[in-house]
């Protein structure tokens, strides 16, 4: 069939094989120029098919040359409905993978499940033995519990009321939107999902299993942004949430410290997403850093962001940490001259200029890229099997 984009406020319901094929070859060919000694050679990813997770599979396997295990939550095609771009995606990397002489497997269902931790600990034991890194990069909007209870994460403020711009990237009109506060329920059911808690459960159940090998790296990842989103982001439901897993990382590493493991949180950089698409007022901030970074020579995708983790950052004689041990793949982000002018365009950008002012067509492209479209060497108009 000819699968064309459907868009729908924040998702796309429709993806495209070839396209996202065609996504995984471009990250696969940036990550084999970086290619280097010295990096984990089994991997578990929790949370491997889109985003930072598929891009820290690629950089696993060809930065690092490791054999990979990934666990994603991603729907098969049925009837004239297609595939989620997390399926396809896993297809072709697992196509590629095999391709060039590395194990690459992928077990499809819920991985705050505890029957999902016990099949990956049977095909670690069978095909690894051990494994020397988990990545852990699930990005959710609900959880299910052991006894059936469901929590569901929220996009809301912990104090009080935030207003602030907006671009509603349906109308494409720049307004001010209001975020509302969250109750303590609400709270707790975002770190219940987004939090540490599953990442500890993991490490648990691989320890307990006795898979996890002598110096044993896991890294799960976060962002804090600017001071501008802080109410949305840093200090919002996400932010407990981020903030728990941080808690994590300092948990894990006592511990675990003892038998050799090591627990990081990376703050990564602000990149179009599924996950970040849905949070309001960020789309705006993220087409204004886009256009100041683009033009520094300095904007980085997924697949950039998590190569110069591997190779630059962590897997070096001694990882690059801030003062409070995480990594930051923020840092260009973050840096003074670049927020400078983030904040002198969202001072000026208006409904009228917002195409002028800020990298609205980049922002689409990487949307689109999400699910395999708007490449240019892929012909949308022909037809193609699901």
């Not at 469901?150 to 602030?164: A, I, M």
């Amino acid at each position: 069939m000819i699968v064309e984009p459907k868009v729908k406020g924040f998702i796309c319901i429709t993806a495209h094989p070839e396209g996202c094929k065609e996504n995984v070859r471009r990250q696969i060919a940036y990550a084999k120029e970086h290619a280097k000694d010295g990096c984990p050679k089994k991997v578990l990813v929790i949370g491997s098919s889109t985003g930072y997770g598929l891009a820290s599979r690629i950089s696993a396997a060809y930065v690092g040359g490791a054999d990979t295990l990934g666990i994603m939550f991603e729907r098969e095609a049925s009837g004239k409905r297609t595939a989620t771009p997390g399926y396809y995606n896993t297809k072709a990397f697992e196509e590629f993978a095999a391709a060039d002489g590395l194990y690459a497997k992928t077990i499809n269902g819920d991985a705050f499940s505890k029957e999902i931790k016990e099949e990956a600990i049977r095909m670690i034991r069978e095909d690894f033995g051990k494994v020397d890194m988990v990545v852990y990069s699930l990005a959710a909007p609900r959880r299910m519990m052991a006894d059936g209870s469901v929590y569901q994460s929220v996009l809301k403020t912990t104090g009080e009321e935030f207003v602030e711009k907006s671009w509603n990237v349906d109308s494409d009109v720049v307004s001010r939107v209001t975020i509302p506060v969250a109750t303590p329920e609400e709270t707790e059911a975002t770190v219940k999902v987004m939090g540490g808690e599953d990442w500890m459960d993991w490490m648990d159940a691989l320890s307990k299993a006795g898979v996890l090998a002598d110096e044993v790296v896991t890294v799960a990842y976060s962002y804090i942004g600017p001071k501008l989103t802080y109410p949305v982001y840093n200090h919002g439901t996400i932010g407990m949430a981020k903030k728990h897993l941080y808690e994590t990382s300092v948990e894990l590493n006592k511990k675990y410290g003892d038998s050799g493991v090591k627990a990081y949180v990376s703050v990564n950089k602000a990149l179009v997403t599924q996950a970040s698409s849905a949070i309001p007022i960020v789309p705006l901030y993220f087409a204004s850093l886009y256009k100041v970074m683009k033009e520094k020579d300095i904007h980085e995708g997924c697949i950039e962001q998590m190569v110069r983790l591997f190779a630059d950052k962590l897997f070096v004689d001694n990882p690059v940490t801030d003062e409070k041990g995480q990594l930051r793949l923020d840092d260009w982000e973050m840096r003074k001259d670049v927020q400078s002018e983030v904040m002198k365009l969202w001072d000026e950008v208006t409904t009228e200029n917002v195409r002028q002012l800020t990298d609205v067509e980049g922002y689409w492209e990487d949307f689109y890229h999400l699910f395999g479209f708007k490449f240019d060497n892929i012909d949308y108009s022909k037809d193609v099997e699901i």
